[in-house]
């Protein structure tokens, strides 16, 4: 049973009054990986985590989790079993203070028996926001509301963490430390899908890239393999013929990580 | 609340309980209709202030409580008083629990603004039907049994009974505030998709929320309609309630435990002690008032007293 993915989808569509978001997507995510969505702007990455949290309700296919399927719950009760997303813009509760965020995770959040305030201290330590806790969330720079909002959803002891461009917007430092921040979530159990626009780091940190073009799975494999894709060059970069001399230079362009 | 403020609360309700012994009647009057607006403030604040739901309607559950509870003690007028008003109490409260079960599925999708005009909306059709509907004796006014004990003056009983019901929905809405439940509903009123996402059952919350308010309020216009004696719609769905619950809230403090309380305190004994003899002035200078209070304190006075306590602290350091 140990090779059963921890997260499915199944020929998952949905479109937008006619508007493919994403089309026939298909793929499996494997326990204790850090597996990142690429791909450029209204490739279907945010849509598809809407999907997989509940938020919007797919066309077609099926999502399964952990073995049971999940397509049609309601976004708590989805967040009942075990999935945690962390948003893209913070949105934190900025009335709360760091500590009050983080402890409203841990009071909800995945079923089953729990102990509040050990799950809070440990997100907050995980996320390495320990000593920020008396602050209000109002409070916070952008880089500490990035790693409160991983906190509050790693504290719903999630098992598998939806991270939406936790790195966007930050800077070198903050970035490095956000890795960091990731890394040791993954080490403590945590699956982490991840999406991120800012390539050294997902070179650094994923296990395995997924490719989404215009909705579509264009490529499916490890960095490196993904880098040197053809298909994904021309995704990002548009088409490459006739001229074969532009897919050369576009690939470090990749590699060097300018944001795309 | 820690526990000396819990011992300090009681302590001030003590010595409340004492005060009519000083006190000349209108003044215990005063003090009755500053603790019936707290009390309702705070059952109002559970929805309003800890989910964020501003109920723009909730006088409608006064007037329900009111008169449900008004036609049924009619019907037992034989029964011993303190049993009536027992009887009195439990129908208000189902008849509102009834209510607010039967709209909260709808009326609780919409959100911000159009929550509190559609609650408004409520409270006059409530009204409309009340005086309309000939059975329920709105416009020809009904008449409360007396369950006042002979000893004690009516002024000074309803005053015990508002501070020991005040105390009670304290309590009620601090055990709502401390729980898991309570901070799902802070949860809900920060952000509610997040909360959802988080695994905060908020359409659940939201309606216990809803019910428990309601519930609270009609208890709350059960006794008032008593402490009255004799009602017509126009004595308890009343627009100004509707306002100033929400009144209550900006001038303590939005979504605090105390705020309505203090709101409450001041703006009644502003408005009936200070402004009381300035008839023609009084509307005025309230609203006058509250345009004040409200631009130089926007967090209302608990949120005024914290920022001032913040900055005494960051210039200490």
Not at chain 1, 139 to 145: C, E, F, I, S
Not at chain 1, 148 to 154: H, S
Not at chain 2, 141 to 150: A, Q
Request: net charge neutral.
């Amino acid at each position: 049973m140990n090779n059963q993915p921890i997260l499915r989808v199944d020929r998952l569509s949905k479109s937008f009054r006619g508007l493919h978001a994403i089309t026939g997507l298909s793929f499996a995510i494997q326990p204790g990986s850090i597996t990142s969505i690429i791909g450029p702007n209204g490739a279907g990455k945010s849509t598809l985590f809407n999907l997989v949290t509940g938020y919007l309700a797919p066309s077609a296919g099926q999502i399964w989790f952990q073995g049971r399927l999940i397509t049609g719950m309601p976004t708590n009760r989805i967040a009942e079993r075990g999935i945690a997303r962390a948003f893209q813009i913070a949105r934190p509760f900025r009335d709360l203070s760091v500590f009050d965020n983080v402890r409203i995770g841990s009071l909800f959040g995945k079923a089953g028996p729990r102990d509040v305030a050990a799950t809070t201290a440990r997100a907050m330590q995980l996320a390495a926001i320990a000593h920020l806790a008396d602050r209000p969330a109002s409070a916070l720079t952008v880089g500490q509301l990035r790693h409160l909002e991983v906190a509050r959803a790693i504290a719903t002891r999630a098992d598998l963490l939806l991270a939406d461009e936790p790195c966007a917007g930050l800077n070198p430092t903050e970035t490095a430390a956000m890795i960091d921040v990731l890394r040791r979530i993954r080490a403590s159990g945590v699956t982490i899908l991840l999406v991120e626009h800012d390539m050294p780091s997902v070179m650094e940190v994923s296990d395995r890239l997924l490719v989404l073009d215009a909705g579509r799975l264009i490529a499916d494999g490890s960095p490196s393999d993904v880098a040197n894709n053809p298909q994904v060059i021309e995704a990002y970069l548009g088409s490459t013929e006739p001229e074969d001399t532009e897919s050369q230079t576009a690939e470090p362009a990749i590699r060097q990580g300018s944001k795309i | 609340m820690k526990r000396d403020q819990v011992l300090a609360v009681l302590a001030c309700a003590a010595l409340m309980a004492a005060a009519p012994i000083l006190l000349p009647p209108f003044y215990i009057r005063v003090g009755q209709l500053m603790l019936y607006s707290a009390a309702l403030g705070v059952a109002w604040s559970i929805l309003g202030g800890f989910a964020g739901y501003a109920s723009f309607g909730h006088a409608a559950f006064i007037g329900v409580g009111a008169f449900a509870a008004g036609l049924v003690e009619d019907r037992f007028s034989t029964l011993p008083p303190p049993l009536l008003l027992g009887f009195g109490l439990a129908v208000g409260g189902v008849a509102c629990a009834a209510l607010s079960a039967a709209i909260a599925y709808p009326i609780l999708r919409l959100r911000g603004t159009f929550f509190a005009i559609a609650m408004l909306g409520v409270s006059h059709v409530c009204a409309e039907l009340n005086n309309n509907l000939d059975f329920l004796q709105g416009s020809l006014g009904l008449n409360f049994p007396v369950v006042t004990p002979e000893s004690i003056a009516p002024e000074t009983f309803y005053y015990e009974l508002c501070l020991f019901t005040g105390c009670a929905v304290l309590a009620v809405a601090w055990q709502i505030r401390r729980s898991r439940f309570g901070a799902g509903l802070l949860s809900i009123r920060e952000d509610e998709d997040t909360a959802r996402m988080l695994g905060v059952p908020t359409e659940r919350y939201k309606r216990i929320a809803f019910v428990v308010s309601a519930v609270l309020t009609g208890l709350l216009g059960v006794i008032y309609a008593h402490s009255l004696g004799y009602i017509t719609t126009d004595s308890v769905y009343r627009d100004d309630t509707n306002l100033n619950l929400i009144v209550f809230s900006l001038l303590g403090g939005m979504g605090t435990l105390f705020g309505p309380v203090i709101g409450a305190f001041l703006l009644v004994f502003v408005t009936q002690v200070v402004l009381g003899r300035l008839l023609d002035f009084h509307l005025f200078a309230t609203g006058l008032l509250l345009v004040i209070l409200v631009l130089a304190a926007p967090g209302g006075v608990l949120g005024f007293a914290r920022t001032f306590s913040f900055r005494r602290r960051a210039n200490a350091e």
